[in-house]
């Protein structure tokens, strides 16, 4: 009893337990370095993994070239100026759309901000087969502008880079692990990390035989052509199933006659829920030109169109380094074809929540359903075993039959605003499987029709593997052949 009593021991000295810090990363710097990098004095500039990529480079089978300049593979790197934004409705008369860096990444972007194209904002647009790379804030992502990219305003925060030739080539090096870090060798800035284009010209490139070149440069070139075919399928399809069902343009649909929106709810439709975006009279209008139009309207959840809906349980995430365990993505980033940083989630500790709810299988249709509602993507045939957060309902078709006609429709506007619809959350939007359970969706009179929209989508996610593929054979060769080529 005595030896339990608290304040008896008081004067009993505990054993310290030493803290082993983590090693400090350092390296001798030349004078020579440090004025070659602009008289740079952070610690970042000449952090020990890039300068072992431009040691690698350097001394490398192949005489190098800076990037940018009279001996380069740039021509010209640049980046729009900065502008007030003055953004319009959709309808506005000669629109544009205007998207950001991380938008640039998606393979089919969808811009929700939109600008009148004029002499103003000439300097936001892009060339086809220009490199952007993203230079504030995350610095590094790199996009390729393809047919579908340069519809678009691309906004400041991503730079371009204009080559002589072989553009392929140069995103593909910069892609890789050692040009990333050769990128990220020439960050500045306290609070937002930015980069500019003159610290990006001295980067070495090597310059590989010219059949090496040109074979890397078509690789990546028929990867964005693929990705251009695929949007042209899912274009189609969503057009196809627009004209059987005589929908009207959604935004007909969402026009505003008054500056508040006002509208009448009869008790017995209220469904126990009190929140006016629930009862939006948008989402009966839509499912009134389904039943009309449609052989049948039923639900998600029905069994001819889905086996099952899955919403993962929350959990505490455990990450490894990469080829340690199973590639683990985000809401964020399900538009993209080889997401951005990407993380690893261990087997070891998650291997039953894998199996049950986190892994992800060609065909799966997701949805964003925490924070940003109703993003919709289907899962390609590279994505097989990889897993996704608990922000993400899957929902497994019943079959290939309906697997593309599935993401079609929920992936279209119409699909968006009958998934947007059930948001619930005061600070953060949800919605979860009991929802997407019930949300709608038309069985088509023109079975013929209902099957080549399902062809077509299937297609079009077949072209993103193949692009998929493409871009990593690039990337293969790039480090086997050009970097690590002894």
């Not at 949800?430 to 062809?455: C, S, T, W």
């Amino acid at each position: 009893m005595v030896n339990n009593n608290l304040a008896l021991q008081t004067h009993i000295s505990k054993p310290e337990i030493e803290i082993q810090e983590s090693p400090v990363k350092w390296c001798s710097v030349s004078l020579g370095d440090v004025v070659s990098r602009g008289k740079r004095l952070e610690a970042s500039v000449y952090d020990t993994e890039s300068k072992r990529a431009y040691q690698l480079i350097k001394n490398g089978k192949f005489s190098t070239v800076n990037l940018i300049g009279e001996d380069g593979f740039v021509e010209k790197a640049h980046y729009g100026g900065r502008l007030k934004r003055n953004y319009v409705d959709r309808t506005h008369e000669n629109v544009v759309g205007f998207i950001g860096s991380s938008e640039m990444l998606d393979i089919n972007p969808r811009p929700v901000k939109y600008m009148v194209d004029s002499e103003r904002v000439k300097d936001l647009h892009v060339k086809e087969n220009t490199v952007l790379i993203s230079r504030s804030g995350t610095i590094g992502n790199m996009s390729f502008v393809n047919k579908t990219l340069s519809k678009f305003l691309i906004s400041e925060h991503a730079m371009r880079l204009e080559c002589r030739y072989a553009p392929g080539y140069v995103y593909a090096f910069l892609k890789t692990k050692t040009g990333q870090a050769m990128i990220r060798s020439n960050i500045y800035g306290a609070v937002i990390s930015q980069v500019e284009p003159e610290h990006l010209a001295t980067i070495p490139i090597p310059k590989a035989t010219d059949n090496i070149i040109n074979k890397i440069n078509d690789l990546i070139l028929d990867s964005y052509k693929l990705r251009d075919e695929s949007n042209s399928l899912l274009e189609e399809a969503t057009k196809l199933m627009i004209q059987e069902l005589h929908l009207p343009p959604i935004t007909d649909l969402l026009s505003e006659k008054v500056s508040v929106n006002t509208f009448n709810v009869k008790l017995s439709r209220l469904d126990g829920r009190m929140d006016a975006s629930y009862h939006v009279p948008v989402v009966n209008t839509i499912v009134r030109y389904l039943e009309e139009f449609a052989e049948e309207v039923t639900t998600i959840g029905d069994n001819r169109v889905s086996k099952e809906v899955i919403l993962p349980g929350r959990f505490k995430r455990v990450y490894v380094d990469e080829g340690y365990g199973r590639v683990f993505i985000g809401g964020k980033q399900i538009w993209e074809l080889d997401p951005c940083n990407k993380k690893y989630l261990s087997i070891v500790h998650h291997k039953d929540r894998i199996k049950k709810q986190l892994e992800l299988h060609e065909n799966m249709t997701l949805i964003t359903c925490s924070g940003t509602i109703g993003k919709v993507a289907l899962v390609g045939r590279h994505w097989e075993n990889w897993t996704a957060n608990q922000h993400i309902i899957r929902v497994i078709p019943a079959n290939e039959d309906i697997a593309g006609y599935l993401n079609v429709f929920l992936a279209s506007d119409y699909g968006f605003q009958l998934i947007k619809h059930f948001t619930y959350g005061s600070v953060v939007d949800e919605i979860d499987d009991n929802h997407v359970r019930q949300i709608a969706i038309p069985l088509m009179k023109n079975h013929k029709v209902q099957k080549q929209i399902n062809e077509l989508a299937l297609n079009a996610n077949e072209k993103r593997y193949k692009a998929y593929c493409l871009e990593q054979d690039a990337l293969n060769i790039m480090n086997d052949k050009v970097i690590f080529a002894k």
